[in-house]
């Protein structure tokens, strides 16, 4: 990263010169309210802390700064200089956003409207800070909303669409919503230490959505991840016989997380799975269903019909939930913690493309919108859309991370083309 000095008129008015660090270190500033600093974790080592001391990134090669303050907002940030005072004295390359709709205000309106301007105040505000940030040479990084105890069905159901509002911005983002989520927007109990702020265990959950390479590959260039709408697709021959054909394994832990992929044209056989302790978990096909333990659905008639695959899981909530086509199929309950994951199987062939796996569990809404094809880059470990000619024993990873899928030996993935 080149050392640079600009000067810029921020959107809300002050003329200030940041300064972008050397190459190595680089310093990364988590910058946000009370559960970014810490609040409710002994020593307040919350979820940044965790992260950076849980050996998941090179401490010789980032810098750790929190300038976090309790009950800021958007508004706070701008009123009190929360920039010049706290952030710029660190002279941040990554800055780590961790603000909150609760601090914004969210719980204050009694109606739909006052809630929507509150909403609206937090995206309009939180997106041109994340812009000037950018634009004076810094990185930014999104943490996104995250649960509250006193929210109702309204403030869930806002605070996803905020999520899903992020994750149509040029900036990388961290979903530790779907670690901690009971699934009504609250806190699960046991990871919650009063109704604003998660407790140790649940700011350790939170710290394991971030992806421990993303800080590298922001460093290597890699831009955030969009859509791939080409209808070109891999077929996945396991003339080998390979029990994981395309295989991730893990960095770091991994508590939450979602599998997701696109299929058609196989056997009977594993499709999908991963390695939890010594236990293998495995989605595979029998007779005319799609199977993952008690779970079944039906597929299509006709081979040639894709099928769209969700399966996701909470660590907290000890649950796993399936989602086919964007349609709730129903939830097994399980503690998984995977240090492999894999796509294929023993099927003999399968067709495959939009093969993801994030470090969060993905809920109802996030699930439909994978379906539809609205990309989901929060929190995202691993993406191959599978749309071009593959060479060499690894596939390559389009998500900010450096993550790879090795190719098993006597597996070949054959490039069905399709042109639009």
Not at 242 to 271: M, N
Not at 354 to 380: C, G, M, P, W
Request: hydrophobic content about 35%; some cysteine.
């Amino acid at each position: 990263m080149k050392k640079i000095v600009i000067q810029l008129v921020l959107f809300w008015g002050i003329s200030l010169c940041a300064v972008g660090q050397g190459t190595t270190p680089l310093h990364v500033t988590f910058f946000g309210s009370s559960v970014c600093w810490g609040t409710g974790a002994a020593n307040n080592h919350g979820y940044a802390w965790q992260f950076f001391h849980s050996g998941a990134i090179d401490t010789l090669n980032y810098k750790y700064f929190n300038a976090s303050t309790g009950g800021d907002n958007t508004l706070k940030v701008e009123k009190e200089n929360r920039l010049t005072q706290k952030l710029f004295p660190t002279r941040p390359d990554i800055v780590v956003i961790g603000l909150s709709l609760g601090n914004e205000g969210i719980l204050s309106p009694k109606d739909n409207n006052g809630r929507e301007q509150i909403l609206e105040q937090y995206r309009s505000r939180l997106l041109a800070l994340t812009d000037s940030l950018s634009r004076m040479g810094m990185d930014p990084v999104i943490v996104n909303c995250y649960a509250n105890d006193h929210f109702t069905e309204a403030h869930y159901e806002i605070t996803q669409r905020m999520n899903r509002i992020i994750n149509t911005w040029p900036y990388p983002s961290v979903n530790v919503l779907g670690t901690v989520d009971d699934g009504t927007g609250k806190w699960v109990e046991g990871y919650v230490r009063d109704p604003l702020h998660p407790n140790t265990a649940g700011h350790a959950e939170m710290s394991y959505a971030i992806v421990p390479s993303l800080f590298e590959a922001i460093r290597a260039g890699k831009k955030i991840p969009t859509y791939d709408w080409h209808r070109s697709y891999a077929m996945v021959q396991n003339v080998g016989k390979a029990d994981k054909p395309l295989q991730l394994d893990v960095p770091g832990t991994l508590h939450s997380f979602t599998l997701s992929f696109r299929f058609k044209d196989t056997g009977e056989g594993s499709v999908a799975g991963f390695t939890s302790g010594s236990q293998s978990h495995v989605l595979g096909v029998s007779g005319s269903s799609l199977r993952y333990k008690s779970l079944s659905k039906n597929l299509p008639s006709t081979p040639d019909t894709w099928t769209h695959v969700v399966l996701s899981h909470s660590y907290a909530n000890q649950k796993t939930t399936l989602f086919v086509n964007g349609e709730l199929v129903g939830s097994v309950q399980e503690q998984l913690a995977p240090t492999q994951v894999y796509f294929g199987g023993t099927a003999p062939k399968i067709a495959l493309k939009d093969v993801t796996l994030h470090r969060s569990a993905l809920n109802d809404s996030e699930a439909l919108d994978l379906y539809n094809r609205k990309f989901i880059q929060s929190s995202l470990e691993y993406y191959n859309p599978l749309t071009a000619p593959v060479t060499g024993s690894t596939l390559g990873n389009e998500a900010q991370s450096l993550s790879t899928l090795k190719i098993a030996n006597g597996v070949k993935l054959e490039h069905q083309r399709v042109d639009f």
